[in-house]
Each structure stands twice: as structure tokens, then as C-alpha cells.
T-cell receptor, first 113, second 115 residues
Framework: GENVEQHPSTLSVQEGDSAVIKCTYSDSASNYFPWYKQELGKGPQLIIDIRSNVGEKKDQRIAVTLNKTAKHFSLHITETQPEDSAVYFCAASEDFGNEKLTFGTGTRLTIIP | DTGVSQDPRHKITKRGQNVTFRCDPISEHNRLYWYRQTLGQGPEFLTYFQNEAQLEKSRLLSDRFSAERPKGSFSTLEIQRTEQGDSAMYLC?????????????FGPGTRLTVL
């Protein structure tokens, strides 16, 4: 089955700086890669996703890049703000049939004011 | 609020008791997923439904666990004879399965504590 590894497990950045979180996956059949943000006591919230037919996707301060050859994808957050503090999870799945998500272990991001 | 809802939000039970959780998906979403999340970990897949059909169950879902989605709308997850190892957050997600897309939206979860 799929295995997703995520690094780092914790990340602290100064407000206004950029944050990068990296994930690798094992199953070459995976072609859908969402990122979720989870705040304390809440369910995961989708913030951005990418499919294997593109290498990069941006949404305002958030971007995701995908390297299918190397089987890794990354989340980039620019101009970080205190409200970006949360746990971020990457995930991978196949885009056909059962699209069950396999999640990474999470990155606790802390923005230092 | 038209998002995924789960009930109850918190459940404390004694070992050996049965518990049941409910999930109401986003209206007209045809897929419904259950995940379990333990402290410090990412969610792990348990099972999923397309309409009322349960299409896959993880090996994590022991015989003590059963899930239903009788009319293809809300779903229930029952745990019989609870054990302390069942303590976790149980998350429900729903999606509208169309060709080439299946974005999953999560509910707030039910936190189960087994004493």
C-alpha cells in the first residue's frame, strides 16, 4: 500500500517569512495530492490540492509543487501570518476507484510574531 | 452551515460498552469516508461508502466495528465492546464523486475516550 512520509514534524518561522513542508510517497499509482490544515479540536480543512498532470499550483500565499519522478511534493506558504499556525497534513491517493487518502504524520507550524 | 456534521463531538465510555457515532455528509455527496486519528498522527482510513454500498474496509476495522449508510445519506459507525485502544478521534469525510475529481471534506470529528 501507499506510504507517505512528511518532514519536518515541527517548524517555527518568523511572521512574514516563508514556510516549506515536504512529503514523499511510495506508490507510483498515486496521482492526487491534497494538503489539509488542522486546528486544535477541529477536523482537517483542505487548503490546496494538486493532480499529477501539473507540476505546480498556487492559491494566493499558498503553493504546492509536485515531482512525480522523484515521488515528492511540497507545500509553500509565503508571507506567513499568526493564523497560519496549525498542524498541516499532506496526503496521497489514486484518482480512480477508491480514493482513500493516505496521510503523512503532520507538521506543527508555529508562526512567531 | 452546509458542511459535514458529526454527533456527538465527544464521547466518554467505559471499557466493554458499545458506542455509536453519526455522520451527516454534505448534501448530495455520494461518497462518505470514515477515518481514525490518534494523537500526533495523521488520519487513517477505515471504510468508505458510495451511496449506500460499503465498498472497502481497512484491516484496521476489526469485527467489533460496523458502519452503515442505509439510505445513502447519513452514516453510523458502531464500536462494540470498546477497548482502551479504541480511544481516538473518529473523522467523517464526504465527497461528490465525478469523473476526475473526488475532493474530500471533513467533519469536526468525534473524540472517543475509553476508560
Amino acid at each position: 500500500g501507499e506510504n507517505v512520509e512528511q518532514h519536518p514534524s515541527t517548524l517555527s518561522v518568523q511572521e512574514g517569512d516563508s514556510a516549506v513542508i515536504k512529503c514523499t510517497y511510495s506508490d507510483s499509482a498515486s496521482n492526487y495530492f491534497p494538503w489539509y490544515k488542522q486546528e486544535l479540536g477541529k477536523g482537517p480543512q483542505l487548503i490546496i490540492d494538486i493532480r499529477s498532470n501539473v507540476g505546480e499550483k498556487k492559491d494566493q500565499r499558498i503553493a504546492v509543487t509536485l515531482n512525480k519522478t522523484a515521488k515528492h511534493f511540497s507545500l509553500h506558504i509565503t508571507e506567513t501570518q499568526p493564523e497560519d499556525s496549525a498542524v498541516y497534513f499532506c496526503a496521497a491517493s489514486e484518482d480512480f476507484g477508491n480514493e482513500k487518502l493516505t496521510f503523512g504524520t503532520g507538521t506543527r507550524l508555529t508562526i512567531i510574531p | 452551515d452546509t458542511g459535514v456534521s458529526q454527533d456527538p463531538r465527544h464521547k466518554i465510555t467505559k471499557r466493554g460498552q458499545n458506542v455509536t457515532f453519526r455522520c451527516d455528509p454534505i448534501s448530495e455527496h455520494n461518497r462518505l469516508y470514515w477515518y481514525r486519528q490518534t494523537l500526533g498522527q495523521g488520519p487513517e482510513f477505515l471504510t468508505y461508502f458510495q451511496n449506500e454500498a460499503q465498498l472497502e474496509k481497512s484491516r484496521l476495522l476489526s469485527d467489533r466495528f460496523s458502519a452503515e449508510r442505509p439510505k445513502g445519506s447519513f452514516s453510523t459507525l458502531e464500536i462494540q465492546r470498546t477497548e482502551q485502544g479504541d480511544s481516538a478521534m473518529y473523522l467523517c469525510a464526504s465527497s461528490l464523486r465525478l469523473v476526475g475529481t473526488d475532493t474530500q471534506y471533513f467533519g469536526p470529528g468525534t473524540r472517543l475516550t475509553v476508560l
